[in-house]
Nanobody, 123 residues
Framework: QVQLIESGGGLVQAGASLRLSCAAS????????MGWFRQAPGKEREFVTA????????YYADSVKGRFTISRDNSKNTVYLQMNGLKPEDTAVYYC????????????????WGQGTQVTVSS
């Protein structure tokens, strides 16, 4: 069992940066691929980015490519989402998620989820 706790959300102006963190409990963090998803009001949860267990494979949604960067520090059981050049359309609750080894862009593939952290970008 893995527990995930996100932090780092907030209210920023367009063009600003934020870094989200997702801390995982347990000693098997290195087994897990980690993903970030987001859900805006009235919309379905959507894929943002994912990283496999070793960090060698990374995927990004087209909407965030070039602006967002995912990384992980297995010594700290933490995955990060660096968000630069934020836009109002990035406003959403951001969730981190975990699954065994292989990264996926499908939310249905992830077994473990955090509680979410709100990111609000004003224009």
């Amino acid at each position: 069992q893995v527990q995930l706790i996100e932090s780092g959300g907030g209210l920023v102006q367009a063009g600003a940066s934020l870094r989200l963190s997702c801390a995982a409990s347990g000693r098997t963090f290195t087994r897990y691929a980690m993903g970030w998803f987001r859900q805006a009001p009235g919309k379905e949860r959507e894929f943002v980015t994912a990283i496999n267990w070793s960090g060698e494979r990374i995927y990004y949604a087209d909407s965030v490519k070039g602006r967002f960067t995912i990384s992980r520090d297995n010594s700290k059981n933490t995955v990060y989402l660096q968000m630069n050049g934020l836009k109002p359309e990035d406003t959403a609750v951001y969730y981190c998620a975990g699954r065994n080894y292989v990264a996926s862009m499908s939310a249905a593939d992830y077994a473990y989820w955090g509680q979410g952290t709100q990111v609000t970008v004003s224009s």
